[in-house]
C-alpha cells in the first residue's frame, strides 16, 4: 500500500503516469495534483474518475501554505513530480513561468515533502521528471549519458536544469530519498497541438500549412508516452535511490524525414493522393537557440531495470494519428479559445 501525489496529471505524460499506475497497482492511493494551465485538462483522466484509488486535487505547486496542508491532510509517502511549463517556444517569449513552476514550485513541493517526512526517510521517494534537453545540443555523433555535463540552451531546458540541481541538493543537504529521470521527445494520444507531432497532424486534418523551423535538419529522439509511464514504473520501484536514469527511444528522426512520414501515413489513412500532404510543408523561421540533436543512451535503464520501448516507432505513430482523428472533440477543445491566440501570435507573422 503506498500513497503517491503525482503532479501534473492532467497534462500529457502525467495522465500516462496516472493511468498506469492507478490500474496496475490497485492497493496504491493515487493523488493527481494540478493546477489545470491551458495544458492541463481533465478529459485527459476522465476514464479514472470512478476508480476508488484514484483522486484528482486541483491546486499549484508554487503554493507553500497549500502544499504543506495537503501534505499534512494525505500523509504521502512518494511524490512523482511531472508538473511543469514545458514547451521551449514559450519560454523563449515567457522565461519567468518557467523560472516560477519548474524551479520554485520543485523546491516549494521538496520542502512540502520534507516537512511532511521530517525524521522520518524510511519508505520515502521524490521521483523528479526530467528531460534531455538538459544535457544541450549534440553534434552529428555522441549521445546523452546519465553522466554528460548538463548545459541547457534554452530557458525551458535551463529551468528544468536548475530544479534537477535542486533536487541532488536536497539529496545531498537533507538526505531527501530522490530518483531523477531524464527522457527524450515523447509522443502519444493527449499530447497538446503547440508540439511538433500533434500540430501537423492537426493542420495536415485541416489542410493547414505545416511550420518547419529552419531547414527541418534538426534531429529528436523520439518515445511513445506510454513507454515513458512504463520506465517510470520501472524506475520508482526498481531504481537506487539517489540515481538518475536516461531513457530514450534509441529513435532519431530529423524533424523534416518525420513530418513527411506523418504526411504519408494521414494521406492513406484520410484517403488522399499520395503526396498531397507533403505540399503543406512550409518552412518557416528558425527557433532562436534551436538545438540541432538531442539523442539518448538508455543502456543503463535497460541493463540494470530491464526496460526497452515495447512499440516501434511507425505503429506508435499509426496509434497516435487514429486517436487524434478520432479524439474531434478533445481536439477541438484545446484548439479553439487561448490556443488560437497562441497559435496566430507564434506563426502568423
Ligand atoms: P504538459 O505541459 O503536457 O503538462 C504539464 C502539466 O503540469 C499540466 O497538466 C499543467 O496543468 C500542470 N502544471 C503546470 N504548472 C503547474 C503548477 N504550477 N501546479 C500544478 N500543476 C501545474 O507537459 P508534459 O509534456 O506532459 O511534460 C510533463 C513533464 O515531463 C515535465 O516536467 C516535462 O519537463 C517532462 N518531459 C517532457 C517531455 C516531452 O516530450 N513532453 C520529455 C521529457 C520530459
Ligand atoms: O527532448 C525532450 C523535450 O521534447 C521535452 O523536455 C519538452 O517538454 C518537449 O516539448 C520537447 O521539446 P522540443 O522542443 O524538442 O519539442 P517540440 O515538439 O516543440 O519540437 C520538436 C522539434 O520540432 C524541434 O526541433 C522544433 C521543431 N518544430 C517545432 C514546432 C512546434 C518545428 O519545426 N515547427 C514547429 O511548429
Not at 140 to 167: C, G, I, M, N, R
Not at 250 to 268: A, H, P, Q, S, T
Request: glycine share 8%; proline share 3%; net charge negative.
Amino acid at each position: 500500500m503506498r500513497k503517491i501525489l503525482i503532479t501534473g496529471g492532467a497534462g500529457f505524460i502525467g495522465s500516462h503516469v496516472v493511468r498506469l499506475f492507478t490500474n496496475k497497482y490497485p492497493d496504491y492511493q493515487i493523488f493527481n495534483l494540478d493546477k489545470l494551465t491551458y495544458a492541463g485538462n481533465l478529459e485527459n483522466v476522465r476514464d479514472l474518475e470512478e476508480a476508488e484509488n484514484y483522486h484528482f486535487v486541483k491546486g499549484d505547486i508554487t503554493d507553500a501554505a497549500f502544499l504543506k496542508e495537503l501534505f499534512s491532510k494525505h500523509q504521502f509517502d512518494s511524490v512523482i513530480h511531472l508538473a511543469a511549463e514545458s514547451h521551449v517556444d514559450r519560454s523563449i517569449s515567457e522565461p519567468l513561468a518557467f523560472v516560477t513552476t519548474n524551479v520554485v514550485g520543485t523546491v516549494s513541493l521538496m520542502n512540502a515533502a520534507m516537512e511532511s517526512w521530517a525524521g522520518n526517510m524510511g519508505g520515502k521517494l521524490f521521483h523528479h521528471i526530467s528531460t534531455d534537453e538538459v544535457f544541450g545540443s549534440l553534434g552529428e555523433e555522441d549521445f546523452f549519458l546519465e553522466t554528460t555535463a548538463y548545459d541547457p540552451q534554452s530557458p525551458y531546458s535551463a529551468s528544468k536544469a536548475s530544479s534537477d540541481h535542486f533536487v541532488r541538493a536536497y539529496a545531498n543537504t537533507y538526505k531527501l530519498p530522490v530518483l531523477v529521470s531524464n527522457c527524450s521527445n515523447n509522443y502519444g494520444p493527449n499530447q497538446f497541438p503547440e508540439k511538433l507531432l500533434p500540430l501537423c497532424i492537426n493542420n495536415i486534418k485541416h489542410n493547414k500549412p505545416l511550420p518547419i523551423y529552419g531547414k527541418g535538419e534538426n534531429v529528436r529522439d523520439w518515445l511513445y508516452v506510454v513507454d515513458h509511464a512504463r520506465a517510470i514504473d520501472y524506475i520508482f520501484h526498481k531504481g537506487k535511490v539517489g540515481d538518475t536514469y536516461n531513457i530514450g527511444g534509441f529513435n532519431e528522426w530529423k524533424n523534416i524525414d518525420v513530418v513527411k512520414l506523418l504526411c504519408d501515413i494521414m494521406d492513406r489513412k484520410l484517403g488522399r493522393s499520395e503526396g498531397t500532404s507533403q505540399k503543406l510543408i512550409t518552412y518557416v523561421t528558425d527557433r532562436a537557440g534551436h538545438d540541432l540533436r538531442y539523442a539518448i543512451d538508455a543502456s543503463k535503464i535497460q541493463k540494470e531495470l530491464g526496460w526497452e520501448p515495447s512499440l516501434q516507432f511507425e505503429a506508435g505513430l499509426e496509434l497516435t494519428i487514429d486517436w487524434y482523428l478520432e479524439n474531434v472533440e478533445w481536439l477541438e477543445n484545446v484548439t479553439s479559445g487561448a490556443y488560437a491566440q497562441y497559435y496566430s501570435k507564434q506563426y502568423d507573422s
